[in-house]
């Protein structure tokens, strides 16, 4: 008797059927998914780009903005999406990744707590940000595409929305690199012609731009439709000129990466490449030979492409140079504090104390590192190591479990958005060995994390608890409580930029306490304060004279009112070097204006700054403008003599040689000094008459000595 053929059941792609629409709370937390792919990439405080004439709206003018956005949309998506849990029930989609996501947000609680500075490592460092409440946000954008992001329609649509925020970017970027960029930004601290978009700096930029490139690729390669197949290879040309025309190495390497392993998606899916594809693939290699053969004429190695390419393996010199010296000091750091670290964000705090003697000669005095620029030896100075392995396992883990869903055999085109966010975020965990890690970007990591994880994601259903109504609410309570400190937060750099830029006097003043009271947490807000007394001190003292009593009374008030501001400061946070340099420099302007005792509270302060940062030349100056008003020249000229060493082109450490050799008849080095120090600044008037000076005495000296023979 002949078998029944047995029928083959089909196959439900997905359980599309089994999904349920939205309901309005989850719509919410789309559309803040939505927002926030495309407004933070592109968001940031300058109005000057719209015609305006006006001052930027805060001080930092990119990423604190990102940050305030991202923790605003993410506020309302948490509050609706625990309203709609609490009070309707739900669905909740979880993977066993977020185990390890919980013991790694204990980890870096703990880490904040046995903090070298606990309000940066809940904070982060200004214009960095990246401190406990930073991660605590990443967390929740990739809970909630967990949630949300859970069939193929729903990872296009939220890639479109990534690609049309990084469309913007690019388009921006590409004006500021053919010299048409509407806003005005002064002086920047890089080449000209240069993209840096909304993100304010070349790093920054490039490491964002792996994101929307590998993705509007993907877009490209599995879009069916002819004219949405050419609008996505446009994307991807704006988006990779851009990438191009940054110049930033690590940035290169990680987007090649990710768009090799994109290809290898394609590839392995048998996707079939169309004549859009071929067409598209060619001019973009002929418009990247173009812009290539025209850089080798760049004056600069930066924006030459082969130079800037080659010197990928020149390890000897430049910015790569500098990177291994900052490695060496981070190495250090992770040797003294190898299991907690020294808190999130805290580089800057600790780098004076590790940095090796080189690189104050080859980055200069002014130069302090505030990260890494390898976020493996960033998060291990940090978080120790086990942090370190922490949060790189889980990035691994959900790659690996995510991988066999992107690289499906024979799938054609079905999965190659899925593959995109796969490459995009291996290629930015690449990029991150050699640049930083910003708020503004890493964001983009945890995203993709969450949607590479959503469609293998178990499924549980909720009730809602009959104790729901009242627990939304204190959600919802703390929701509006956190987004009102977030208004402050953003509110407080307003202030400062008013009392760095805008306003002086008392009013500027005014204008940095309001900052410290809308946010205490920031140490810079606390050192301006002293500054803006400071200069009211010296305003004052300078439009009296000796037998003013009012007007010398008047000076002193700020004067103590200056001393107190950096006292706090340094209070605030002990390690941070600057407020040193700042409060020594006051206490010598005090000997010199007011009381020579000042002086020896110089000294004071001056040792104490040496002890933070051993290699500081700026520090070593002030204590030899302090030793040489007490009239100890020895002491004078060995300091002087250190920070000259520790830095041979900081001109006030060879003056300061200079003025404590000649005061001590110490004339030939006297001299040597002031010639070195015009050579760094020819022409300088008071160096000009010092050398003067110094060389009649040498000749009155000689002339003396023959007659006496």
């Known amino acids: 008797m002949a078998k029944k053929k047995k029928t083959q059941q089909p196959v439900v792609k997905e359980a599309l059927a089994a999904r349920a629409p939205m309901s309005v709370t989850d719509r919410i937390v789309w559309v803040s998914l939505h927002l926030l792919v495309i407004l933070v990439p592109i968001a940031m405080s300058n109005t000057s780009i719209w015609g305006g004439q006006g001052l930027p709206l805060t001080f930092d003018q990119f990423d604190i903005v990102k940050v305030f956005l991202q923790r605003a949309i993410m506020l309302v998506a948490v509050g609706a999406w625990a309203w709609g849990l609490l009070t309707k029930g739900g669905r909740v989609r979880f993977t066993k990744v977020e185990w390890l996501v919980l013991v790694f947000l204990g980890w870096v609680i703990l880490t904040s707590v046995l903090s070298i500075h606990p309000a940066t490592a809940v904070f982060g460092k200004y214009r960095r940000f990246e401190g406990l409440i930073s991660f605590v946000n990443y967390m929740v954008v990739f809970f909630l595409a967990l949630q949300v992001v859970d069939r193929p329609s729903r990872i296009r649509s939220l890639a479109r929305s990534l690609v049309i925020g990084g469309v913007v970017v690019a388009f921006y970027g590409v004006l500021q690199f053919i010299g048409a960029d509407p806003a005005r930004w002064g002086s920047l601290p890089f080449e000209t012609n240069r993209a840096f978009s909304t993100f304010g700096n070349p790093d920054l930029l490039g490491g964002y731009l792996i994101f929307p490139l590998a993705i509007s690729l993907g877009l490209a390669l599995s879009e069916e439709k002819v004219w949405a197949r050419i609008s996505y290879w446009f994307a991807f040309l704006l988006v990779a000129f851009c990438w191009l025309v940054a110049f930033v190495r690590g940035a290169w390497i990680g987007g090649a990466f990710a768009l090799v392993l994109l290809v290898f998606a394609a590839v392995w899916a048998k996707s079939k490449m169309t004549a859009v594809d071929w067409s598209f693939g060619g001019a973009i290699a002929a418009i990247f030979g173009i812009v290539t053969v025209k850089s080798l004429a760049s004056p600069s190695e930066v924006t030459n492409v082969l130079a800037r390419l080659t010197s990928i393996f020149d390890f000897k010199a430049g910015s790569a140079l500098t990177r291994f010296q900052i490695w060496e000091a981070a190495w250090g750091a992770i040797k003294a504090r190898p299991i907690t670290g020294w808190g999130a964000d805290t580089f800057r705090l600790l780098f004076p104390k590790f940095k090796p003697l080189a690189y104050t000669q080859t980055a200069g005095y002014l130069s302090v590192a505030d990260n890494v620029h390898n976020y493996p030896l960033q998060l291990a100075t940090a978080l120790g190591v086990p942090g370190l392995l922490m949060l790189y396992g889980l990035f691994i883990w959900g790659l690996v479990i995510s991988a066999p869903r992107v690289f499906a055999r024979g799938k054609g085109i079905e999965r190659l958005t899925l593959a995109a966010f796969w490459a995009a975020a291996a ?283």
């Open 427 to 709: 290629g930015y965990l690449v990029h991150l060995f050699f640049g930083l890690s910003v708020t503004g970007s890493t964001v983009f990591l945890w995203l993709s994390m969450g949607v590479l994880l959503s469609p293998g994601a178990t499924v549980k259903e909720v009730k809602a608890p009959s104790w729901g109504l009242y627990a939304a609410a204190v959600v919802l309570g703390l929701c509006v409580i956190l987004s009102i400190a977030n208004v402050r937060y953003i509110m407080a750099d307003s202030f400062y930029l008013k009392g760095r830029v805008v306003d002086s006097g008392l009013q500027r003043v005014a204008d940095v306490e309001k900052a410290i009271a809308y946010n205490p947490y920031n140490d810079m807000y606390r050192s301006e304060l002293g500054l803006a007394w400071q200069d009211l001190f010296i305003s004052s003292i300078s439009q009296g004279t000796p037998a003013d009593a009012a007007q010398r009374q008047e000076a002193q008030r700020y004067f103590d009112a200056a001393e107190e501001a950096l006292t706090k400061a340094i209070d605030f946070v002990p390690t941070e070097y600057d407020n040193y340099v700042f409060l020594a420099n006051l206490y010598n302007q005090g000997g010199y204006y007011l009381d020579i005792n000042y002086v020896s509270k110089a000294v004071e302060i001056a040792k104490k700054g040496v002890e933070v940062e051993p290699f500081g030349p700026a520090i070593r100056v002030q204590l030899a403008f302090a030793y040489t008003n007490l009239g100890q020249y020895d002491d004078a000229v060995a300091a002087a003599q250190a920070a000259a060493e520790m830095d041979t082109n900081y001109l006030e450490a060879w003056a300061a040689l200079g003025d404590a050799s000649r005061l001590s008849g110490k004339f030939a080095e006297a001299k040597a000094a002031y010639e070195r120090a015009l050579v760094i600044q020819p022409g300088r008037s008071d160096l000009v008459q010092s050398l003067a000076a110094v060389e009649a005495s040498m000749t009155s000296t000689g002339t003396a000595t023959e007659t006496a023979k």
